[in-house]
Structure formats: structure tokens, C-alpha cells
T-cell receptor, first 114, second 113 residues
């Protein structure tokens, strides 16, 4: 079974600074996808960014970018110019592709300081 | 579009009671999923469906049942509720095409006492 590892304790960042949230995964699948989702205190799951294993370039979505290093099996999320509204739990998620079942990491709590 | 609608939003059950969590989507998505989220943890897959009439177990199916009689609806049944089923339940759906575009419902917070 695939395994997603998010080992950072709660993260703190100053408003307007950049922050990197780490994610490593373990798989032998040749084709897969990786997501990052944001879960604010209100509880909803918000899609941030997606990276396919065969994508040649790292994914970017506005202030979010994914530092994908396939050989190292890491998919770190970079948030640039942090905002107070970025304070939330962030989940790294593995997508098998087959039937598209998702495996979630344990999540990282990010707090943005004014 | 309403997206994925879950009802109820909150529920308290007594041990041994049964209930059905409702999930409906209006996007004509083939794939539907039920996840549970325990406090401070990521989501774990309970059951999923790749189309009407087809369901399969996920990582934590014990104590739950599902059915998928239509494309739109994917109810989750809890039989003989136990305190270990206290959790937040999320329903999600996606279309067959592409590996992204999951839509999550807003969740059902269930407490078993």
C-alpha cells in the first residue's frame, strides 16, 4: 500500500513570507498523482494543486507551487507570500489512478503570524 | 451547481443505533467515495463506487455498508453504532476523466455516545 509521510510538527510563518511544507511518499506504481488539500478550521477540503507522476514541469497554481522530486519521492508544497487566511491544516494526498483512491498524509498545521 | 451535498451535517447517535448518511452529487460523476476523518488525522477511505451498481471496500469498511443504485446518490449505512465510529465523514466524487477534480462534500460530524 502507498504511504504518505508528513513529519513536520506545527509550522509557523510570518505574513508575506514563503513557507515549504514537506511530503514524502512510498510507491512502486509507475503512474500516480499527488495532491495538496487545505482544510481550514471550518472543516471543508479545498483543492490546492495537483502533480502527475509523468508531468515534466512542477505544478503551479497562483501562490502555490509543488516542488516535485520524483527520484527522491518527495512533493513539497511551497506557499509564497503567506496570508493570514493560509492558516489551516494541509494534507499531502496520493492518488493511485486505478479507481482513483486517495491516501492522505496525517497533515501539517500551518499558522501565519501577522 | 450544488456539487456534493451531504446530510445531515451533525448527528449524535446512541451505541447500537443505526443511521444512514446521505450523499448526492449533481455533476454526473462516475466515481464516488466515503472517507472518515478522526481528530488530528487525514482522511481514510471507507467505501467507494466507480458507477451505479458497483461498490468496493476501502481501508476501513468494518461497521459500514453502502449502495449505489443511481449515479447521483451514494448513501453510507452505519449498523450498530459504536464509539469508535465517532468521526467526521466526507463524501467525494470525481469524473472518470483525468486524475484531478475531486469534489468533497462539507462533511457530517457524527458522535456516538
Amino acid at each position: 500500500a502507498q504511504k504518505i509521510t508528513q513529519t513536520q510538527p506545527g509550522m509557523f510563518v510570518q505574513e508575506k513570507e514563503a513557507v515549504t511544507l514537506d511530503c514524502t511518499y512510498d510507491t512502486s506504481d509507475p503512474s500516480y498523482g499527488l495532491f495538496w488539500y487545505k482544510q481550514p478550521s471550518s472543516g471543508e477540503m479545498i483543492f490546492l494543486i495537483y502533480q502527475g507522476s509523468y508531468d515534466q514541469q512542477n505544478a503551479t497554481e497562483g501562490r502555490y507551487s509543488l516542488n516535485f522530486q520524483k527520484a527522491r519521492k518527495s512533493a513539497n508544497l511551497v506557499i509564497s507570500a503567506s496570508q493570514l487566511g493560509d492558516s489551516a491544516m494541509y494534507f499531502c494526498v496520493y492518488d493511485t489512478g486505478a479507481n482513483s483512491k486517495l491516501t492522505f498524509g496525517k497533515g501539517i498545521t500551518l499558522s501565519v503570524r501577522p | 451547481n450544488a456539487g456534493v451535498t451531504q446530510t445531515p451535517k451533525f448527528r449524535i447517535l446512541k451505541i447500537g443505533q443505526s443511521m444512514t448518511l446521505q450523499c448526492a452529487q449533481d455533476m454526473n460523476h462516475n466515481y464516488m467515495y466515503w472517507y472518515r476523518q478522526d481528530p488530528g488525522m487525514g482522511l481514510k477511505l471507507i467505501y467507494y463506487s466507480v458507477g451505479a451498481g458497483i461498490t468496493d471496500k476501502g481501508e476501513v469498511p468494518n461497521g459500514y455498508n453502502v449502495s449505489r443504485s443511481t449515479t447521483e446518490d451514494f448513501p453510507l449505512r452505519l449498523e450498530l453504532a459504536a464509539p469508535s465510529q465517532t468521526s467526521v465523514y466526507f463524501c467525494a466524487s470525481k469524473t472518470r476523466q483525468g486524475n484531478y477534480g475531486y469534489t468533497f462534500g462539507s462533511g457530517t460530524r457524527l458522535t456516538v455516545v
